[in-house]
Structure formats: C-alpha cells, structure tokens
C-alpha cells in the first residue's frame, strides 16, 4: 500500500510538473495565442474569472499535489501577454482546512523547489505561522512564502484569513522580470 501511495503522488507531481511546464512555456504570448496553444474555448473551456480583466479561470477544476483546485491564467492589461498562473481555492467557514491545506502545499512546494527565497524581513511567513489554536481570532491577516522556480518564474503561496469564518489559498506562478523586459 505504502508503495502504491509513492507511485501515485509521484504520478500527480510529474503531472503537476506537465501541466507547469506548459504554461510556463506560454509566459509572454497574447491570450490569442496562449488558448490557441492550449487549445481553450473561451466561454466553454475558461472564463474571466470574477469580472477581473486579465484573469481567466478555467471551468474545470485542476489538481495541484493532488488537491482540487481552481487554475486561473493571468495576462498583463498593457499588453495581453501572459505573465503568470495560478491555483487557488476559497473556503467558508472552514478557516482550520484552509490552515491545513497551506501547510500541505508549503512542504511540497518546500520539496519541489527548496528553501523559500522570501525576504526574511517580512514576519508573516508561512514558513513562520503559529499552530491554528495559536492564530489570531477575529481579524483578518495574510501568510505568504515564495520559492524561485528557475531564472525566470517565482512560486508564491498565500493564506488570506478573513476574521473568523472564510479564508483564501493561493499558489501563483509569475515571471520574475517586468513586461517590459519579456521580449528583449
């Protein structure tokens, strides 16, 4: 059984690993030619996500170290490029599986990728975050880490705690240089 389980997470990391490096590889091309690439529909496959210009999300949800997750692309409003991706996931009432899930995806991302490269000046770190009996009640408040993928991509985590009751996870992929510099 023990084996199965390795066989299986490493099947969803090499499908994880997949599914980043096609979008990775269409960092800096128009949405025309990121959905023709991905070959997305846009109203049946994906859609604004929220009314956010420049955020998609598809309709599906996507695995992300085997958790269901929603997958949005995000294209800068300058220029219609992609710039970065990301998986996210909402939760009402359910502030301890929010919790629970960060910390899930911080040691896989800790895995994959190794130290968090955050500014150790910033004091909400995830890498830092108190027990969940020991987290503020009643207030809202954010934990990030980030991690350098490689020379040109940054994975971002956020735990968003919104007093009491809802909470907000987010993994984002984004390039670490300006728009500007994309086609230099």
């Known amino acids: 059984m023990v084996a199965f389980s390795f066989v299986a997470c490493n099947s969803q990391n090499q499908a994880n690993a997949k599914e980043i490096n096609e979008l990775k590889n269409n960092i800096g091309q128009t949405k025309e030619v990121v959905f023709k690439n991905l070959k997305l529909e846009e109203g049946k496959d994906i859609e604004q996500f929220n009314g956010k210009a420049g955020i998609y999300a598809f309709k599906k949800q996507h695995s992300l170290y085997g958790e269901p997750l929603t997958l949005t692309l995000m294209f800068d409003l300058n220029n219609d490029k992609l710039y970065g991706f990301m998986y996210a996931k909402g939760f009402k009432d359910q502030n301890q599986g929010a919790y629970d899930l960060t910390k899930k995806l911080y040691t896989n991302l800790s895995k994959a990728f190794g130290d968090p490269t ?3 000046g910033v004091s909400d770190r995830i890498s830092k975050i108190p027990g969940y009996e020991d987290l503020p009640k009643k207030s809202s408040y954010e934990y990030f880490d980030s991690w350098k993928v ?13 007093g009491d009751q809802d909470s907000n996870i987010s993994v984002a992929y984004k390039v670490n240089t300006s728009p500007e510099d994309w086609n230099k």
Do not use: F, M, S
């Open 118 to 120: 955050t500014n150790p």
């Open 150 to 162: 490689d020379d040109e991509l940054n994975v971002e985590l956020r735990l968003n705690i919104l």
